[in-house]
């Protein structure tokens, strides 16, 4: 821990009472903040690490908010951006280019597997669904089946806030309050094995998808979305040939398979994009976080070329955009980014470091309250139970005492960012800067361990 001098101390008391009369937090309960309830503030990054406003340090174990995937305090991002404002700040992509965005797009497109050449930028994520489905609406329009317009996703899986996007999302409590949205959102069940009956066909899930699609009528259903490794609910990886039997499906319906990279792609699960790592070919990818690392708002769909054609045709046009989109600072810092990924081999580095990262997380397993360790590459969960025998998981109350009135804060206290989560069954999710290693997870286990031994002895007391 630092030691505050009475300024730091002042600045900090300062910075809390402004950021609580007029900084409105995404996702937060504002009204849980007091003095002994302060506001986390972020004041600097080095490497894998954050220091808060009073000074202490902190393991970044969320890359930010799973999009820091080069570190913190790459200067010489912020130096080509600096270059690109004294070239040029700002044209649009609407109707014009710059030499920045075709430059990312053409590299993009070398890096993205198969035909997917076509590179549509947006400024995040929930930007890059929402064109994703958009795109599959005007795709089908065009070819005369415009009834196609449903979307496919999987129940808990998040993708993204805004009202188009949110009707894929498969999170009630998300929804709830600003239903009505887009009509055509359909879920079918994840791939979260750990609470599958033993003897289940491992392609069930997949399978649910093809008789999600008969029921709501093939000509109805436009596309299918779905994040190589879903995030929410707690890195829920596929089963052997999910996939593969998804994109079977896709093409026995003509319906566009979506694969929602916005965290799993640049790095993260150990390769540029997730599909990868699986072996299927997408038509679509959304991606937004580590396009840049970060340092500038992105976020990108790219399309295969069957789905570019009829947009290429006479007067036809994808009639859609943002006017931050492609944004060539933001392009400029993408591209320093894929330097960088390139110079340090991090995606390499990953598929090297992964087995480590979990070896050692597997290594919590000997504490009763972790009941099921999974993920891939860098992304990774710890499931929470009462008893690892049965199962048997945390109901609404006391998963709120165990999350939000323990394991966040003594977290974060002990210096370890990462996510507390009960979207699905409670989880403790780690997602750390794609440049970490063995100090690092050393780190991450340090402060862990104590704090989920701890966590069971309160458990155990609570009855
Ligand atoms: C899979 C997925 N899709 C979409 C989004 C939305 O991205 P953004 O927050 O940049 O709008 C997220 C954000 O975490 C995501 O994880």
Same mark, same amino acid.
């Not at 005369?144 to 196609?148: A, D, I, L, V």
């Not at 899986?157 to 806030?161: F, I, V």
């Not at 919590?364 to 972790?370: A, F, K, T, W, Y």
């Given at each position: 821990m630092a030691t505050s001098t009475a300024s730091t101390e002042t600045r900090s008391a300062q910075l809390q009472e402004l950021a609580r009369k007029h900084l409105w937090m995404? =996702?937060?309960?504002?009204? $849980?903040? #007091?003095d002994e309830h302060p506001i986390p503030i972020i004041e600097r990054g080095e490497g894998p690490y954050v220091w808060d406003v009073e000074g202490n340090r902190y393991l970044d174990g969320l890359s930010g908010l799973f999009c820091s995937n080069i570190g913190h305090g790459r200067t010489e991002i912020g130096e080509a951006m600096a270059r690109q404002v004294a070239e040029l700040d700002f044209t649009t992509n609407w109707s014009y280019a710059h030499p920045r965005a075709i430059e990312l797009a053409a590299r993009i497109a070398e890096l &993205? %597997?198969?035909?997917?050449n076509h590179v549509f930028f947006t400024s995040g994520g929930s930007e890059a669904v929402e064109s994703a489905l958009k795109l599959a609406r005007q795709y089908f329009r065009l070819q005369?089946?415009?009834?196609?317009h449903k979307v496919i996703a999987r129940e808990i899986?998040?993708?993204?806030?805004s009202m188009g996007a949110l009707s894929a999302t498969g999170l009630t409590p998300l929804r709830a309050p600003f239903?009505? *949205? &887009?009509?055509?959102g359909c879920h079918v069940p994840n791939t !979260?094995?750990?609470?599958? %009956?033993?003897?289940? #066909?491992?392609?069930w899930a997949a399978d649910k998808i093809a008789e999600r699609i008969e029921f709501e009528g093939p000509e109805t259903v436009a596309a299918v979305i779905l994040e %190589?490794?879903? !995030? &929410? $609910?707690?890195c829920f990886t596929p089963q052997e040939g999910y996939f593969q039997r998804v994109r079977e499906i896709c093409d026995e319906y003509d319906v566009l398979l979506i694969s929602?990279?916005?965290?799993? &792609?640049?790095?993260?699960?150990?390769?540029? *994009?997730?599909c990868e790592r699986y072996g299927y070919q997408p038509d679509l990818i959304t991606t937004a976080k580590g396009i840049t690392s970060a340092y500038a708002p992105m976020g990108a769909l790219i399309a295969s070329d069957k789905v570019f054609e009829p947009f290429s045709?006479?007067? !036809?046009? =994808?009639v859609h955009g943002f006017? *931050?989109?492609?944004?060539p600072v933001a392009a400029a810092a993408a591209l320093a980014n894929l330097d960088i990924f390139e110079r340090e081999d991090i995606c390499g580095h990953v598929r090297e470091r992964e087995a480590e990262f979990r070896q050692m997380l597997e290594g919590?397993? #000997?504490? %009763?309250?972790?009941?099921d360790v999974r993920g891939a590459g860098f992304f990774h969960a710890i499931e929470l139970v009462k #008893?690892?025998?049965?199962?048997e998981t945390f109901n609404d109350e006391e998963s709120e005492w165990l999350l939000r009135g323990f394991l966040s804060g003594e977290l974060y206290r002990r210096g370890l960012i990462c996510r507390a989560d009960d979207r699905g069954d409670p989880v403790v999710q780690l997602s750390p800067p794609?440049?970490?290693d063995t100090e690092q997870f050393e780190e991450i286990e340090g402060v862990l361990r104590p704090v989920l031994e701890e966590a069971w002895q309160k458990v155990q007391a609570r009855g």
């Open positions: 995404h =996702f937060t309960r504002m009204g $849980g903040y #007091d &993205a %597997p198969g035909d997917l005369g089946k415009g009834q196609k899986a998040y993708h993204g806030t239903e009505p *949205f &887009a009509p055509g !979260n094995e750990y609470r599958w %009956p033993e003897d289940r #066909d491992p392609l %190589p490794v879903q !995030n &929410a $609910g707690g929602d990279e916005v965290i799993c &792609a640049w790095g993260r699960i150990g390769y540029y *994009f997730g045709e006479g007067t !036809n046009s =994808f006017t *931050f989109a492609g944004h919590l397993r #000997d504490i %009763p309250i972790v009941g #008893d690892q025998e049965t199962k794609l440049i970490c």
